[in-house]
Structure formats: structure tokens, C-alpha cells
T-cell receptor, first 118, second 112 residues
Framework: GAVVSQHPSRVICKSGTSVKIECRSL??????MFWYRQFPKQSLMLMAT?????????EQGVEKDKFLINHASLTLSTLTVTSAHPEDSSFYIC??????????????FGPGTRLTVL | QQQVKQSPQSLIVQKGGISIINCAYE??????FPWYQQFPGKGPALLIA?????SEKKEGRFTISFNKSAKQFSLHIMDSQPGDSATYFC???????????FGAGTQVVVTP
């Protein structure tokens, strides 16, 4: 199967600090990775789309200077929440989509990262 | 504006019963319709997916029914088990590289 990992699974930080979340595709090459945010009992909200080697495309209303995305390789994307504030507390989930036959348009999700900003 | 409308918001079904979740869409360019299952504190897991060239797809106890003319698709969970208690999201996308548009989610509770 297609496995996506995220690290850390949960993080608590102080207001004003930056937090980096890693997303890795373990058994396939992900040409595209997505970052979502999910509030309790709500649906997934797409934040940005990143393709390997190019700049991320952010959804309307998402601050690109606050949520820095780097898709450095075909198996790794990172999301850095800069100068985090309590309102950034949320569940962040990445997904990966590969170019391998059979998974070209299927997104596989990571287990999520719970961010709490004090 | 949600491009995929999902109902019901929540569902309680007895063990052994059938859970039915419905989704509707307007964008006729959508050509890929996956369903995801999400447990509390976990990421969504792909359950089953369908394309418009078939009207039904079955995988184990899970079946997708697709009605292209009505622009609707549904998930049926047969012989529901307590372990099926989770939130289910339908989604849709267009083309091989389209973004997924998610429904609002349905919380399913299967009682023993």
C-alpha cells in the first residue's frame, strides 16, 4: 500500500515560536503533496499544494509567510508554522499523491499532527 | 461554498444494519469520487473510490453507488460493526491532478 508518515504526531509550543512538521511518503514517490488543516468536528480545509522542486500554491486566505512549505524531494515535504499563536492550534494533515501507475490521482493521508500553541 | 454536499451529518445504526451516506455535486468536470474514513485523532484513510464510467463498486462490506445523471453518489456500509464507528468523508476531483473537494463529513456510530 501507499504509506505516508508525519512527524511529530503532536507538539506543544509557546506563542511566538516556530514549529516544523515533516511529511514523508514511505513507499512511493510523491510528485504532489498537500497540506490540510482540520478543526474539531469539521471537514478538511486545504491550505496549500506543493510540487517537488517548485513553490507551493496556497489557497485563498492562507498566509504564505506564516505557513512555509518546502517540498525538497519526492518523498519529503515540510510545513513550518512561523511565529505561532494560539489561533494556529489545530490538527494539520498532509497527503501525498504519486505518479506511480494506479495511484496517479489518489491522495494518501498522513496520520496528522496536533499542534497546540500556548 | 462547498462543492460537494454530504448528508446526513450524523448517523446511528445498530450492529448488523446498513449505513447509508449520500453526497451530491454540481461540477460535471468531477471524474474521481473517493470516500475516506477517519477515526478520532487520526488522518483520513482511503476506503473506496469510483469513476463515472461505472454505476457501482463494491469492496467487502463497502459499496459506492454512482448516479451520473443525478450527480449523486453514496456509500453503503453493509453489516455495520462497532469498529466502523468513525467519520466518513466523500470527496471529488477532476482530472488526474485536480484538488480534492471534501464533503462536510458524516459521523457514524454503530451501537452493539
Amino acid at each position: 500500500g501507499a504509506v505516508v508518515s508525519q512527524h511529530p504526531s503532536r507538539v506543544i509550543c509557546k506563542s511566538g515560536t516556530s514549529v516544523k512538521i515533516e511529511c514523508r511518503s514511505l513507499d512511493f514517490q510523491a510528485t504532489t503533496m498537500f497540506w490540510y488543516r482540520q478543526f474539531p468536528k469539521q471537514s478538511l480545509m486545504l491550505m496549500a499544494t506543493s510540487n517537488e522542486g517548485s513553490k507551493a500554491t496556497y489557497e485563498q486566505g492562507v498566509e504564505k509567510d506564516k505557513f512555509l512549505i518546502n517540498h525538497a524531494s519526492l518523498t519529503l515535504s515540510t510545513l513550518t508554522v512561523t511565529s505561532a499563536h494560539p489561533e494556529d492550534s489545530s490538527f494539520y494533515i498532509c497527503s501525498a499523491r504519486g505518479a506511480k501507475r494506479g495511484v496517479v490521482d489518489t491522495q494518501y493521508f498522513g496520520p496528522g499532527t496536533r499542534l497546540t500553541v500556548l | 461554498q462547498q462543492q460537494v454536499k454530504q448528508s446526513p451529518q450524523s448517523l446511528i445504526v445498530q450492529k448488523g444494519g446498513i449505513s447509508i451516506i449520500n453526497c451530491a455535486y454540481e461540477n460535471t468536470a468531477f471524474d474521481y469520487f473517493p470516500w475516506y474514513q477517519q477515526f478520532p485523532g487520526k488522518g483520513p484513510a482511503l476506503l473506496i473510490a469510483i469513476r463515472p464510467d461505472v454505476s457501482e463498486k463494491k469492496e467487502g462490506r463497502f459499496t459506492i453507488s454512482f448516479n451520473k445523471s443525478a450527480k449523486q453518489f453514496s456509500l453503503h456500509i453493509m453489516d455495520s460493526q462497532p469498529g466502523d464507528s468513525a467519520t466518513y468523508f466523500c470527496a471529488a476531483s477532476s482530472g488526474s491532478w485536480g484538488k480534492l473537494q471534501f464533503g462536510a463529513g458524516t459521523q457514524v456510530v454503530v451501537t452493539p
